[in-house]
């Protein structure tokens, strides 16, 4: 079965780098689009990156365009989110994700990580 576990989130300040891991397990990633979401406090869960297993393209969204690099190891089975120059908007819960009919404009993910917590705070 599909299985995501994403670690790596903490606490930050400011202008602080984080690196989120998702490990992935029970489907071909090569056929899958794999992504990151977050869950801002109040707000409705928003696609934040992602990237294509077959060929390796990369999509985000404006708000974290040129701080957030999304990348794929696949020898892990691993996806990261690399973000950098971070902001208190940045807090939130982040997650991975994916499904077979998952898209680069963030539609159709059908399965989810359980979240890690990414809090940016002086």
């Known amino acids: 079965q599909v299985q995501l576990v994403e670690s790596g989130g903490g606490l930050v300040q400011p202008g602080g780098s984080l690196r989120l891991s998702c490990a992935y397990s029970g489907f071909t990633p090569d056929f899958y689009v794999l992504g990151w979401f977050r869950q801002r406090p109040g707000k409705e869960r928003e696609g934040v990156s992602c990237i294509k297993g077959s060929d390796g393209s990369t999509n985000y969204a404006d708000a974290v365009k040129g701080r957030f690099t999304i990348s794929r190891d696949k020898a892990k089975n691993t996806v990261y989110l690399q973000i950098n120059s971070l902001k208190p908007e940045d807090t939130a819960v982040y997650y991975c994700?994916?499904?077979?009919?998952?898209?680069?404009?963030?539609?159709?993910?059908?399965?989810w990580g359980q979240g890690t917590q990414v809090t940016v705070s002086s």
């Open positions: 994700a994916t499904g077979p009919r998952a898209t680069m404009t963030f539609t159709s993910f059908d399965y």
